[in-house]
């Protein structure tokens, strides 16, 4: 008779969520496997939580579904306060971290945007959506990995400068797939200011506009990583790595994502995360 799901191994639960989150999250999957072993299981499974909740406007048709799925896990993490676990791998994993529960219900919560496709008026809105999101999503990580408030802090605006910039490298996937995953997260002021009207247009003043607007957005990721500083979690540390790496890519590119090659460099960020972690 197999083990039931409070049985299995925990080392079992990790190597499935390990798996998940590096089908579903490369990158992030990459920094778990440097991240020193006695946090690497709980920086994995929060890494797979997040893939779990941002992966909701791709695997549901409508936004009332979506709606659904991120009430099943905000409910699930509340859950854990009072010591339940939900037959699910990454709760199980994450159940013994003692986490914030409300900064993991505001992260989930923050996915609505998501689902409905929310458009961003401004910059203002932009950041917070990724200090919501990517940004609490670090903060977390810094604290299972033991730190602070204030490397709390400084892991956040990592996370958020990693959002920004994925956001930008993401717009022609966001703008080409199905009508109803479409998702143009350029502030709407900009876009009125700079008379951009098709995100994905080639005549030139369109071209101009887009990159422009995505030069400003990487302009204050680039920002968020120098505020931050060099005091950082193991994780913020090699994401920012990360970061860098691909707002470097943006600028030499024209910060055009049209132009972007997502295809290369998954040695070069292998290179680039041993060298962040031994200059750790």
Partial sequence: MPPSANEIA??????????????????????????????????????????????????????????VRLAWWREAVEEMAAGTVRNHDVLQLLLEQNLPIEVMTSMIEARQAD????????????????????????????????????????????G??????????????????????????????????????????EKPEQVEARCHIVDRVCDVASHLLDDAGKGLAPSAKLLAVLTRSYLKALCQVGYDPVLLNEERGALGRLLRLSWGRLIG
């Avoid at 390990?18 to 929060?46: C, I, N, W």
């Fill in 10 to 67: 925990p080392e079992n639960a990790l190597e499935r969520t390990r798996l998940r989150l590096r089908q579903e999250d490369y990158d992030r999957f990459l920094v778990s496997q440097y991240v020193p072993a006695r946090h690497r299981g709980a920086v994995t499974a929060l890494y797979a939580l997040n893939a779990e909740i941002a992966k909701t406007r791709y695997v549901v048709s409508e936004p009332a579904l979506g709606a």
């Fill in 160 to 201: 958020a400068a990693w959002a920004l910039a994925g956001m930008m490298r993401s717009l022609p996937h966001n703008l080409s797939g199905p009508v109803e995953q479409r998702w143009n997260v350029l502030p709407q002021d900009l876009q009125a200011e700079l008379g951009l009207r098709n995100p994905l247009s």
């Fill in 115 to 158: 689902i409905e496709a929310q458009p961003m008026a401004t910059l203002e809105e932009l950041i917070r959506y990724a200090v919501s999101t990517g940004g609490q999503l670090e903060g977390l990580a810094a604290f299972v990995c033991g730190a602070g408030e204030e490397v709390q802090a400084a892991a956040r605006k990592v």
